[in-house]
Nanobody, 127 residues
Framework: QVQLVESGGGSVQAGGSLRLSCAAS????????MGWFRQTPGKEREGVAA???????MYKDSMKGRITISKDRTENTLFLQIDSLGAEDTGMYYC?????????????????????WGQGTQVTVSS
């Protein structure tokens, strides 16, 4: 069973930074489209960032310039760096993968084509 395990969340003051990690149980995940999503109570899960097999990235428009998605193939790990955190960044962050062999992201910032999900890591930003 392939697994994705997130870590790196926590409580942080506004203006700070966090680096979220998503450890994959197999190197194969590094060849898939992988993404980060955020969810707050009562709201739908929204896409934050995604990266294709070849490293093409996409970001939520309102967060461009202060988030970076990356992956480390040697560690089978996906990362999300978030800077200049604000209260609006509070939520549960999930990583996910589209297990497509071509590694292309289909609707990379929507949940529709993602088939593998982690359990999430909570980020809480206080002012």
């Amino acid at each position: 069973q392939v697994q994705l395990v997130e870590s790196g969340g926590g409580s942080v003051q506004a203006g700070g930074s966090l680096r979220l990690s998503c450890a994959a149980s197999t190197y194969a995940y590094m060849d898939y489209c992988m993404g980060w999503f955020r969810q707050t109570p009562g709201k739908e899960r929204e896409g934050v960032a995604a990266v294709t097999r070849i490293g093409t990235t996409m970001y939520k428009d309102s967060m461009k310039g202060r988030i970076t998605i990356s992956k480390d193939r040697t560690e089978n790990t996906l990362f999300l760096q978030i800077d200049s955190l604000g209260a609006e960044d509070t939520g549960m962050y999930y990583c996910a993968a589209q297990t497509r062999a071509d590694g292309v992201c289909l609707d990379g910032l929507t949940t529709r084509y993602y088939t593998s999900w982690g359990q999430g890591t909570q980020v809480t930003v206080s002012s």
